[in-house]
Nanobody, 129 residues
Framework: QVQLVESGGGLVQAGGSLRLSCAAS????????MGWFRQAPGKEREFVAA????????YYADSVKGRFTISRDNAKNTEYLQMNSLKPEDTAVYYC??????????????????????WGQGTQVTVSS
């Protein structure tokens, strides 16, 4: 059974930092692109960041560019999201996701939820002002 389990969420003051982890089990994701999405109360889920299977390319939403860093450790089957300079508007449930295919393509672009086949249960991030 494939599982993605996020951890590292919590309550932090504005300007602070958190590091989210997503541990995968049930299959290896060393050849799978992975991503992070978030959903704030009353809002739709939105793309945050993505990383190719090799880690050679990363992608970010404009709202987090320069503040968040996505990375992965294929030996540990884990991806990370380092979040710095957090703002109250970053408050949301953060979800990690993994794609079964090796590459993003066509209508399955990195920023689309439909590009991913596996999802974690989410971890709450709350940033106080």
């Amino acid at each position: 059974q494939v599982q993605l389990v996020e951890s590292g969420g919590g309550l932090v003051q504005a300007g602070g930092s958190l590091r989210l982890s997503c541990a995968a089990s049930g299959r290896t994701f060393s050849s799978s692109p992975m991503g992070w999405f978030r959903q704030a109360p009353g809002k739709e889920r939105e793309f945050v960041a993505a990383i190719t299977w090799s880690g050679g390319s990363t992608y970010y939403a404009d709202s987090v560019k320069g503040r968040f860093t996505i990375s992965r450790d294929n030996a540990k089957n884990t991806e990370y999201l380092q979040m710095n300079s957090l703002k109250p508007e970053d408050t949301a449930v953060y979800y990690c996701a993994a794609r079964r295919a090796k590459y993003y393509s066509g209508s399955y672009s990195y920023h689309l939820g439909t590009a991913y086949d596996y999802w974690g249960q989410g971890t709450q991030v709350t940033v106080s002002s």
